[in-house]
């Protein structure tokens, strides 16, 4: 049988989170990083388009982004069924709350 010490459990608690830490820190200078290299590309394409090609590129990302879209067709699949979900209402340890 392995048996650990409670000061031997808090030293490798104590290591791991400092490890924890190192490795958010790291992973937070590298998105930082990724971030501004976006926004300079952003920026270098927003500028080289005019308003029309602009607008056109907005419609796009809007179109395809746009979850509420989707949604709406989703929910236009699926059909009401007479009776859904009745079945539940005559088992007996539901109570029903009105």
């Not at 049988?1 to 924890?20: G, P, V, Y």
């Not at 971030?35 to 029309?52: A, F, G, P, R, Y």
């Amino acid at each position: 049988m392995w048996t650990w010490r409670k000061d031997d459990i808090e030293k490798l608690r104590t290591a791991i989170q400092k490890h924890k830490t190192n490795l958010m820190i790291g992973l937070l200078g590298d998105i930082a990083r990724d971030i501004k290299d976006i926004k300079s590309t952003v920026t270098v394409v927003h500028n080289s388009l005019s308003d029309q090609e602009r607008s056109k590129v907005v419609s796009w990302i809007q179109k395809e982004t746009n979850p509420t879209v989707k949604h709406n067709a989703a929910c236009g699949l699926r059909k009401k069924e007479d009776n859904t979900g009745e079945w539940i209402l005559r088992y007996e340890r539901v109570a029903v709350v009105a």
